[in-house]
């Protein structure tokens, strides 16, 4: 079964950045489309960012879009998220996931276990 784990949160002010990394265990990332997601206190997990596999293309939500990149490195079997100038809004707990479209076009996670996540705190 697969294991995710995600690190590299932490607390910044408004207009900094972080790295956030995501490295399984119990599966190869290979052969996935991979995603980050977002859960802010109080609202539904929402989709943030997606890379194709072997990692040729990328797909943004609109609220991150040019400020996040989402990259891969399949021999580490880890998928990162560069997140620069950060807001307020960003705070939530970011989780990582292989990816699907599913019904009316959302993303979606494909493993069932999802990780712990790791926490962004993004001061005003």
């Known amino acids: 079964q697969v294991q995710l784990v995600e690190s590299g949160g932490g607390l910044v002010q408004a207009g900094g950045s972080l790295r956030l990394s995501c490295a399984a265990s119990?599966?190869?990332?290979?052969?996935?489309?991979m995603g980050w997601f977002r859960q802010a206190p109080g609202k539904e997990r929402e989709f943030v960012a997606h890379?194709?596999?072997?990692?040729?293309?990328?797909n943004y939500a609109d609220s991150v879009k040019g400020r996040f990149t989402i990259s891969r490195d399949d021999a580490k079997n880890t998928v990162y998220l560069q997140m620069n100038s950060l807001k307020p809004e960003d705070t939530a707990v970011y989780y990582c996931?292989?990816?699907?479209?599913?019904?009316?076009?959302?993303?979606?996670?494909?493993?069932?276990?999802w990780g712990q996540g790791t926490q962004v705190t993004v001061s005003s």
């Open positions: 996931n292989a990816v699907r479209v599913g019904v009316g076009g959302t993303y979606e996670g494909v493993f069932a276990s």
């Open positions: 119990g599966r190869t990332f290979s052969g996935y489309p």
């Open positions: 890379i194709s596999w072997p990692g040729a293309s990328t």
